[in-house]
């Protein structure tokens, strides 16, 4: 016969007031009186045959017996609310397919991409590198991660994240061949992610557009100008998402303390009637949730600042403590090839 336990709610006023360490603090919490909280914790020290509090003091402490019977009761609390959480999610089991702009899903998604499917083990996710919209009519499609300006007609949309872009260069490139001001550029190769105008926009804030440049290469994405900086065969630029792991890391770093805002935005995308499907909701909510924990965007290691034609950079040979981030893939619409 399996032994008695004690009444619920004289344990949940003894959990309350010992943690907050007054009854007056736990009656608050538990939206009753004073007294009702007195009366339940007498009720549970007569019903245990044994006192749980040491009264006297403007806190009350737990007895050797209190503080016996504290962390038992805090973990059953505790365990019936994380059941009581996981009956009130949506049913997470089955297929669930998700387009996304390549270098987010390369460098951003990826990465987390475990922190998902450890929490919904019964999901078998499938990941397609694309920044087509095209992808938001088909039924075989759940979720698109796009780049864009977010007008994609009879579909559900929401941003997801603006972005700030800067250059980024392996320290190994410029620890062979500084940067000493943004003029010295012209001595580097420049990867463009898009048709060129990422960098025009950042050079123009930099005052130096009429750089004579040196050697280009352009890319049919972000990833890939990413991954020739990487290399270090140039200078690409990064924005304050997918770059972020690679600063931390110090595998890339910020030699400019300049960013500029990119013109389009990460949105996510998917057909209204997909919008409702359980697997969709909780792939959202896990999206969103995991933005939040991205770190800020980073700040460069040295606090110089460009001022215009003779600025100098932030020390290259040195890590940034914080991640920054990176843009993807142009949509395919708006790109033109030099």
């Given at each position: 016969m399996a032994a008695r336990l004690p009444p619920l709610n004289p344990l949940r006023a003894f959990e309350a007031t010992a943690r907050r360490g007054a009854v007056s603090a736990a009656a608050r919490e538990l939206k009753v009186t004073h007294g009702a909280v007195s009366h339940q914790i007498r009720a549970l020290e007569e019903s245990l045959g044994t006192v749980l509090f040491e009264r006297g003091g403007k806190r009350l402490k737990l007895t050797p017996q209190g503080a016996l019977l504290l962390p038992a009761v805090t973990n059953a609390f505790g365990e019936i609310a994380a059941a009581t959480a996981l009956m009130k999610q949506p049913e997470a089991h089955g297929d669930l397919t998700v387009t996304c702009v390549p270098a987010l899903l390369s460098l951003w998604l990826i990465p987390r991409l475990n922190t998902f499917t450890d929490q919904y083990p019964g999901v078998r996710v499938t990941l397609i590198a694309s920044n087509d919209p095209d992808h938001l009519r088909s039924l075989d499609t759940d979720v698109c991660m796009l780049y864009g300006d977010g007008n994609w007609p009879d579909c559900w949309t929401r941003l997801w994240s603006r972005l700030k872009l800067f250059p980024v260069a392996s320290p190994t490139l410029l620890n062979s061949r500084p940067l000493r001001s943004v003029r010295d550029l012209a001595d580097h190769t420049l990867f463009h992610g898009d048709d060129g105008r990422e960098w025009?926009?950042?050079?123009?804030?930099?005052?130096?557009?009429?750089?004579?440049?040196?050697?280009?290469?352009?890319?049919?994405?972000?990833r890939l100008s990413t991954e020739a900086a990487l290399h270090g065969q140039g200078i690409a630029l990064g924005d304050t998402i997918t770059a972020s792991n690679l600063i931390a890391?110090?595998?890339?770093?910020?030699?400019?303390?300049?960013?500029?805002?990119?013109?389009?935005?990460?949105?996510?995308?998917?057909?209204?009637?997909?919008?409702?499907?359980?697997?969709?909701?909780?792939?959202?909510?896990?999206l969103f949730a995991a933005l939040e924990e991205t770190?800020?965007?980073?700040?460069?290691?040295?606090?110089?600042?460009?001022?215009?034609?003779?600025?100098?950079?932030?020390?290259?040979?040195?890590?940034?403590?914080?991640?920054?981030?990176?843009?993807?893939?142009?949509?395919?619409?708006?790109?033109?090839?030099?």
């Open positions: 025009n926009t950042w050079l123009a804030a930099a005052d130096a557009l009429d750089m004579v440049r040196g050697r280009q290469h352009f890319m049919s994405d972000a890391r110090g595998e890339l770093v910020v030699p400019f303390d300049l960013t500029v805002p990119a013109n389009d935005a990460f949105y996510v995308a998917c057909r209204p009637a997909a919008r409702q499907a359980p697997l969709v909701k909780v792939f959202l909510d896990w770190l800020p965007e980073p700040q460069a290691s040295a606090r110089t600042h460009l001022r215009g034609r003779g600025s100098r950079l932030v020390e290259p040979h040195r890590p940034v403590s914080a991640p920054a981030k990176r843009r993807t893939t142009a949509t395919p619409q708006r790109k033109t090839r030099a």
